[in-house]
């Protein structure tokens, strides 16, 4: 059954951008503050959006009441986080969702986001896995399957066969987002049940021995066994120890899943890579991987 999905927006609607994580800074947010007036839409800015602490933009306490703000305001239809990076889960504690699961809106954002969309996964509510306003300008494609899915048009992608790629047919919700995450959610009240879902992840600047720890984490802790499916989205800018581990981070998955039988993709395009397509988390997919293509 699918999550509530929140209202689509309409031109004239109000956009929050808040920064859960690290700083940004005035010239840097421009740029989409542009886009999504050219979209129609009416920005508004979290109080303390352009503050500092250290890498953060803004103490915990700044980054919890910007977000706070913006969930509980009735006018705002949706919230995009400015950036990524680290440091939305020192603040998830400290939010009240009360009168977001009264009214609830789309929250927008990827890599350290998976926050969110975990927690909010739990609370019942689709979330969008999506490019954010520091990589607007990246990829004109990703920036307007944003727009295409914020406005409520539908949206299917057809992606080229990966030669690790395992053929098959699955229904079901998708969630997931960066691996990293995931993997630090396990065990909290964000952590994800999985059973009988289709699995995203994508990950960035990893060593490979992490990847393969994280992989096997995921595995013990019975995340991998249920699944319908499993896309990978971008694995980008790996990294490797002076004894090389010997395997790649898309062979270390398919070792991780080799011995359950739904369909796996690889270089789905969402992630830490330009061409981050939008993707509605909680929303009920048909998942379809043969010999030449990917469809989703």
């Not at 007036?37 to 953060?56: D, M």
């Not at 950036?83 to 809106?105: A, C, E, H, L, N």
């Not at 990950?203 to 066994?225: A, F, P, Q, T």
């Amino acid at each position: 059954m699918d999550l509530i999905q929140p209202e689509f927006l309409k031109k004239g609607d109000k956009i929050g951008i808040v920064a859960c994580a690290r700083k940004i800074s005035k010239e840097e947010l421009q740029p989409a503050i542009a886009i999504f007036e050219s979209w129609g839409l009416q920005v508004v800015l979290g109080k303390h959006v352009f503050n500092a602490n250290h890498q953060f933009s803004g103490t915990d306490e700044e980054r919890a009441a910007d977000l706070q703000s913006m969930l509980d305001d009735s006018t705002i239809k949706a919230v995009i986080s400015a950036r990524g990076g680290y440091g939305t889960v020192r603040i998830i504690d400290k939010i009240d969702f009360t009168t977001f699961k009264k009214s609830p809106k789309w929250i927008i954002g990827y890599s350290d986001i998976t926050v969110l969309h975990s927690h909010i996964h739990n609370l019942g509510f689709q979330t969008l896995h999506a490019t954010m306003p520091i990589n607007f300008e990246v990829d004109a494609n990703a920036t307007d399957s944003l727009r295409k899915t914020l406005f409520g048009e539908k949206i299917e992608y057809h992606v080229d066969a990966h030669p690790l790629n395992r053929k098959g047919k699955a229904e079901g919700v998708i969630v997931g987002g960066n691996l990293s995450l995931v993997y630090a959610l396990s065990g909290s009240v964000s952590d994800i049940d999985t059973k009988g879902k289709i699995l995203f992840i994508e990950d960035l600047d990893e060593y490979l021995y992490h990847i393969d720890r994280m992989m096997m984490n995921l595995k013990r802790s019975g995340k991998l066994s249920g699944l319908a499916g499993l896309i990978v989205g971008g694995m980008t800018d790996m990294k490797d120890n002076t004894i090389p581990f010997g395997k790649t981070a898309e062979e270390i998955i398919v070792d991780a899943v080799k011995e359950y039988t739904y369909p796996v993709c690889f270089n789905f395009p969402a992630g830490h890579i330009n061409n981050n397509m939008a993707i509605k988390f909680g929303n009920k997919v048909n998942f379809a991987v043969s010999e030449n293509v990917v469809i989703l």
